[in-house]
């Protein structure tokens, strides 16, 4: 099976989503932000911080090239999407879902502890017109997964009918 790469936003929930489906399908799965912390050997924003978010992306975008295109099942950081080159090899290589969730959802599921360097700001219109401005690069995905108010079986089931 080609791989699949889980997409969204922030809080959408695509690691946990991708845990529950790894074991459903009996596929591995690997995690951008975990990869990228492992090779460098720094947290998120300790790279936000030092190295700037254009390397961050820079990781991103290399470490994508270099996982298995097969039988595998790839959660991706929120920003994964704003590289066109980044949109265009997932949908080349493997199966895309879009995790959407409303925003005001997002906000009542990811806390603001410092370990999200773009969620570091009070100014909550800040975070809308990212989530809009990325909005049209979600729906590039080959399946779009309405994840607002469903629960983790319920998204798992949705995924696997698509496959
Ligand atoms: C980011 C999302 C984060 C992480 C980094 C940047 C983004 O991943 O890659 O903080 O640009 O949306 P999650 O979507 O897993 O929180």
Known sequence: MKAIYLTGF???GKTTIGKALSETLQ???IDT???????????????FEEEGEATFRQYER?????FPVNDVIITTGGGIVIQEENRKWMKEHGIVFNLYC?????????????SRPLLKT?????VRNLFESRSAFYQEAHFTIDTTYKN???IVKEIQNKL
């Open 10 to 12: 922030m809080g959408a």
């Open 27 to 29: 596929l591995p799965v």
């Open 33 to 47: 932000d975990e990869y990228i912390i492992q090779q460098v050997g720094k947290t998120i924003p300790a790279i």
């Open 62 to 66: 290399t470490f994508l090239r270099e």
């Open 102 to 114: 409303e925003i005001d959802e997002v906000f009542s599921r990811v806390s603001i502890d410092g």
């Open 122 to 126: 009070d100014d909550k219109s800040k």
């Open 152 to 154: 983790i079986e319920e």
